[in-house]
């Protein structure tokens, strides 16, 4: 029996197909073998909650996937990984997404992706529901895993969406993705304002906030109201910051990155882990960075690793305040 859900994951959940390495002579060439071709689970959400299942922990997954056999695949992962995915919509003629993801030989990747598929499908109308369901009684942390991913899922339906899960206690947490339609940090500020955690990479932090610095960016991001500002910096770790706290936690040295597809997830995932357990922003942080540390080191996102690997590394990761 899979346990009460306490975290909630509400976006993409799709299929990745990665291919490992590709360089730009694949094009020139009519067939070019590669050391890896692999299918797995990912999109935004659901790359968390297998996250979050690795850490021990029994999350819940709101979404929408079609009925069909990509679809199937999803079930079937999020029901060996103990995830709650009785919020996982499945709707008829829609094309569950697959991701065709082209890793380079440094471990950068480029995506290859549906116009039609259901990693842009989601809607108000497949989340909506979730929050009255029986398993979302128990949630205490709702992430909603990218921002202006989906074109159906307007500024507006998020800000309301948001105040749903604040009335019901919810601490509110978001990633993101760059803006889709020249999105401006005026635009989006009513939605920022509601977050109580957000977790922009570097570039979609520049992007949305007009601040190249990370440092500048994050108080561009708290201006707007947001109470806690987490700007992922890949292999320099991450900077904090709040109205009282400031923290630059680096990144677990000596790491040589193979694929850093869901590397950005895994760190949400991490950070949601240790702010269920009440530690502190920088610790949470810390065990954020540990946990992306293991996720790049494989092809994809369904590396084998466990808590006690993050514990582990967290051992040789020191502050940077």
Known sequence: MIPTPEIAL??????????????????????TPVERIAMGAGGDALNEALALSKLGLAPMLVSVIGEDPAG?????????????ASCVRREP??????????VGPDGERRFVTSRTGSLRSLGPEHILPALESPAFSGVKIACLASLFVSPRLTLSDTEALLD??????????ADTTRPKNNETLRDAAPVLSRLDYFFPNRDEAAALTGEADPEAA????????VKHA???????GCLLKSASERHRIPAIPGIIPVDTTGAGDTFAAGFLAALLEGRSFADCGRFACAAASLCVEGVGTSGVWTREDVEARLKGLGTRD
């Not at 199937?72 to 709650?84: I, N, P, Q, S, Y």
């Not at 003629?93 to 082209?102: A, P, Q, R």
């Not at 749903?164 to 947490?173: E, I, N, P, Q, S």
């Open 72 to 84: 199937d695949f999803v079930l079937k992962t999020l029901e060996r990984a103990g995830v709650d």
């Open 218 to 225: 994050a108080d561009a991001l708290l201006e707007c109201g």
């Open 93 to 102: 003629g829609l094309d569950t997404g697959i991701n065709i993801v082209l």
């Open 230 to 236: 987490v700007i992922k910096l890949g292999g320099e």
């Open 10 to 31: 509400i976006g993409a959940a799709i299929v990745d197909i990665p291919l490992a390495p590709v360089g730009p002579e694949v094009f020139a060439r009519p067939s």
């Open 164 to 173: 749903a899960l604040k009335a019901r206690g919810v601490t509110l947490c």
